[in-house]
Each structure stands twice: as structure tokens, then as C-alpha cells.
């Protein structure tokens, strides 16, 4: 069963405008992570934060977490081209992450 | 500096038949897992290892095996092919737990017909 959840499933943007995409989930987590997937390749790790932390940056990404929501927001600032791509969150549970459980993704493309 | 390699890119298989896909990370890495990822559904777990000789049953395990008889590799085999196994299958591995970065492969997308 899908544990995250993304919204909004697809997002288009022009270059230069900030994307926010969304991730609920359901039950107790560990941590939550943010991975990266181009067309036709593997995953990319993007960042992690853990239950007890509010909020986390990393470049131009900035992370939160509300576990009273149980929600996670993604944020790019100053979106590019490059950063074309499809976006999951994955929570981990039973203290470790080797039991990621993946959201469906968002599609995010950003016009030149 | 190799990282997670996954073999073969891309195979076509009849149903029945049985196939092995295979995974080689060179990080020593103590967990090693294994994806499947269909569109519209996010990606899944199917089997997952937390270090040589260990294995268990993540989400989906039906009609998969896999076996950890050394650090490095992480095989996972199909008994016998069906249509619905049809997917692009993701190795991943991390170092420890607890929120480590999972390093994926670059998968392998099978077809069954």
C-alpha cells in the first residue's frame, strides 16, 4: 500500500518561478526522504529529514515536515530547466530507512 | 567508481520463464534492496536484505526470490515470468540505518509477454 502520497501529481512552471510540491502520509514515521528520478533513470537522493525536525535546507531545496499532518512539503526556488523531473517522498519506519515506502511521484517540468 | 550496478538494462522474457536480475554494489554496504516500479504507482518493495544472509519479504515478494550469500551482490530471480511482472526493477543499497542515503541503480526494465 502506498504510504506517501504527492500532490499535485503533475506541475509546469516557468524557469525562474519556485515549485512546491506537496506529500501526505499515513501512519507513524522514522524519517522521510525526497528523491529525484530524470526520465529513464535510476533514483537520486535529494535530502532526509527525520520525525523531530521542522524543517531542513539543502542548496536551493527546502524541506519541511509537519508530523502533526503528517505532511512534508518540497520546495526548489529559482527553478531551472535541469530541474525537470519526476519527485517522490519516501517514509521510513521501524527505525531504519531500509523499508522505504515510495509515493506515486510528482511530474514536474519546468519551461525554458 | 562503479556504485550500484544492475544487469541486464533491458531483457524481454516469454512467460514462464525464469530469468535472474542481477545487482553489484562496490560501497560495502550493508543493506541491499529491491524495487519494482510500475507507472502510476510509485516504486515498491519487493525484497529487502540487511547484510549477507539475510533476507525478508518487503511489499509485493510473490513469484521473486533472492539470495545474500555475499556483501556485494543481491540477486533477484523469477521463478516463472508473468505478464504482470512486467516493470522497471530498482536495486538500492545504504550504508547502516536509520536514514543513511539509499544509492539507486539505474534499473532494469524487463518485459514479459
Known amino acids: 500500500s502506498q504510504q506517501g502520497e504527492e500532490d499535485p501529481q503533475a506541475l509546469s512552471i516557468q524557469e525562474g518561478e519556485n515549485a512546491t510540491m506537496n506529500c501526505s502520509y499515513k501512519t507513524s514515521i522514522n524519517n522521510l526522504q525526497w528523491y529525484r528520478q530524470n526520465s529513464g533513470r535510476g533514483l537520486v537522493h535529494l535530502i532526509l529529514?527525520?520525525?523531530?525536525?521542522r524543517e531542513k535546507h539543502s542548496g536551493r531545496l527546502r524541506v519541511t515536515l509537519d508530523t502533526s499532518k503528517k505532511s512534508s512539503s518540497l520546495l526548489i526556488t529559482a527553478s531551472r530547466a535541469a530541474d525537470t523531473a519526476s519527485y517522490f517522498c519516501?517514509?521510513?519506519?521501524?527505525?531504519?530507512?531500509?523499508?522505504?515506502?515510495f509515493g506515486k511521484g510528482t511530474k514536474l517540468t519546468v519551461n525554458p | 567508481n562503479a556504485g550500484v550496478t544492475q544487469t541486464p538494462k533491458f531483457q524481454v522474457l516469454k512467460t514462464g520463464q525464469s530469468m535472474t536480475l542481477q545487482c553489484a554494489q562496490d560501497?560495502?554496504?550493508?543493506?541491499m534492496s529491491w524495487y519494482r516500479q510500475d507507472p502510476g504507482m510509485g516504486l515498491r518493495l519487493i525484497h529487502y536484505s540487511v547484510g549477507a544472509g539475510i533476507t525478508d519479504q518487503g511489499e509485493v515478494p510473490n513469484g521473486y526470490n533472492v539470495s545474500r550469500s555475499t556483501t556485494e551482490d543481491f540477486p533477484l530471480r523469477l521463478l516463472s515470468a508473468a505478464p504482470s511482472q512486467t516493470s522497471v526493477y530498482f536495486c538500492?543499497?545504504?550504508?547502516?540505518?536509520?536514514?543513511?542515503?539509499?544509492?539507486f541503480g539505474e534499473g532494469s526494465w524487463l518485459t514479459v509477454v
Open positions: 538500492a543499497t545504504q550504508a547502516g540505518s536509520s536514514g543513511n542515503t539509499i544509492y
Open positions: 560501497m560495502n554496504h550493508e543493506y
Open positions: 529529514i527525520r520525525s523531530n525536525e
Open positions: 519516501a517514509t521510513g519506519t521501524q527505525g531504519g530507512s531500509e523499508k522505504l515506502v
